[in-house]
Structures are given as structure tokens and as C-alpha cells.
């Protein structure tokens, strides 16, 4: 069992920045999320949305480090 404050974010900055990525990242998807609640998400498009998130920071950081 995860506490509280492993999801919360310290830096406001870093929530606003992860937000956008989201909505981005969702938006390449096709899948239609909107500010607020998502509970009309199934939970293939929500693992997907969260999964390609990963995929791309992944991909990102690997081009850095080059």
C-alpha cells in the first residue's frame, strides 16, 4: 500500500508540465481527455495514455544521454 505522498508532486511547475504532456500524449492517441475527471475512460485508453507517456520520457532521456 502506496502512501499519499509517493503520487504527490512538491514542484507546481512539474504537475502543470505533466499535465500538458498528458493531454498531449492523449491527444496523439485519439482518446478524448478532458480537464478534470476521466471516468468515462476505459481502462485500456487511461493504461494507454500512461504508457506511452513512459515510452516517450524513456525515449527522451536515452537521446539526452547520447
Given amino acids: 500500500m502506496?502512501?499519499?505522498?509517493?503520487?504527490?508532486m512538491e514542484v507546481p511547475q512539474?504537475?502543470?508540465?505533466?499535465?500538458?504532456?498528458?493531454m498531449e500524449v492523449a491527444g496523439e492517441l485519439g482518446v478524448n481527455l478532458k480537464e478534470?475527471?476521466?471516468?468515462?475512460?476505459?481502462?485500456?485508453?487511461a493504461g494507454s495514455i500512461g504508457g506511452e507517456m513512459v515510452?516517450?520520457?524513456?525515449k527522451r532521456q536515452e537521446e539526452s544521454m547520447k
Avoid at 2 to 8: E, F, I, L
Avoid at 14 to 22: G, I, L, T, V, Y
Avoid at 36 to 45: A, W
Avoid at 55 to 58: F, G, P, S, T
Fill in 36 to 45: 478534470g475527471y476521466n471516468g468515462d475512460l476505459t481502462s485500456r485508453e
Fill in 14 to 22: 512539474a504537475k502543470e508540465a505533466m499535465n500538458r504532456f498528458k
Fill in 2 to 8: 502506496t502512501s499519499n505522498n509517493a503520487s504527490r
Fill in 55 to 58: 515510452r516517450q520520457m524513456i
